[in-house]
């Protein structure tokens, strides 16, 4: 089955700084990666997802990329804001949301005043 | 839509007794999955329906954990007898079909096992 690995387990930026979020695979017949936020107490919410046939995808403040022989994709959450300290899990799937999604162990995001 | 709904948000239930988690999915979506979270090991997937069918249940983690979708609407994830190792928030999520991404998160139930 798929393995999901994610680093760093808690990243703290300074207010206004990039925030880097690093995953990596394991099952080559993997395609879709989203991301989700969670804030405490809460449920995990969509925040980007990309597919296999594009290498990066940009929403905002935000961007995913992607590097499929490498089995490697991150989140780049540029010029930081307090609304963003939450922890951030990656996941990927075979299919569409439809399939079953493994999750990476989450990053806590602490954004510094 | 008022979303995925779960309940109860909170139960608190003494070792070994039965215990049943109830999930409404979103009108129209036809894949619903049920999720563990701890800290210790994150969030997990347990099972998942397409169709109401269980397409993969290779996540439950012993036979004390059953789940059913007798209809679209309603799933219950049920544990019998439960333990203390039990506790923890568990999500249940739904999405549209197979071409649609995203899956959408209900509000969770935070189960105490005493």
């Known amino acids: 089955g798929e393995n999901v690995e994610q680093h760093p387990s808690t990243l703290s930026v300074q207010e206004g700084d990039s925030a880097v979020i690093k995953c990596t695979y394991s099952?080559?017949?993997?395609?879709?990666f989203p991301w989700y936020k969670q804030e405490l107490g809460k449920r995990p919410q969509l925040i980007i997802d990309?597919?296999?046939?594009?290498g990066e995808k940009k929403d905002q403040r935000i961007a995913v990329t992607l590097n499929k022989t490498a089995k490697h994709f991150s989140l780049h959450i540029t010029e930081t804001q307090p609304e963003d300290s939450a922890v951030y899990f990656c996941?990927?799937?075979?299919?569409?949301?439809?399939?079953?999604?493994?999750f990476g162990k989450g990053t806590h995001l602490i954004i510094q005043p | 839509d008022a979303g995925v709904i779960q309940s109860p948000r909170h139960e608190v239930t003494e070792m070994g007794q039965e215990v049943t988690l109830r999930c409404k999915p979103i009108?129209?979506?036809?894949?619903l999955f049920w999720y563990r979270q701890t800290m210790m090991r994150g969030l997990e997937l347990l099972i998942y329906f397409n169709n109401n069918v269980p397409i993969d249940d290779s996540g439950m983690p012993e036979d004390r954990f059953s789940a059913k979708m007798p209809n679209a609407s309603f799933s219950t994830l049920k544990i019998q007898p439960s333990e203390p190792r039990d506790s923890a928030v568990y999500f249940c999520?739904?999405?549209?079909?197979?071409?649609?991404?995203?899956?959408?998160f209900g509000q969770g139930t935070r189960l105490t096992v005493v």
């Open positions: 099952d080559s017949a993997s395609n879709y």
């Open positions: 999520a739904s999405s549209i079909d197979r071409v649609s991404t995203e899956a959408f």
């Open positions: 996941a990927a799937t075979e299919g569409g949301g439809a399939d079953g999604l493994t």
């Open positions: 009108s129209g979506h036809n894949s």
């Open positions: 990309i597919r296999s046939n594009v």
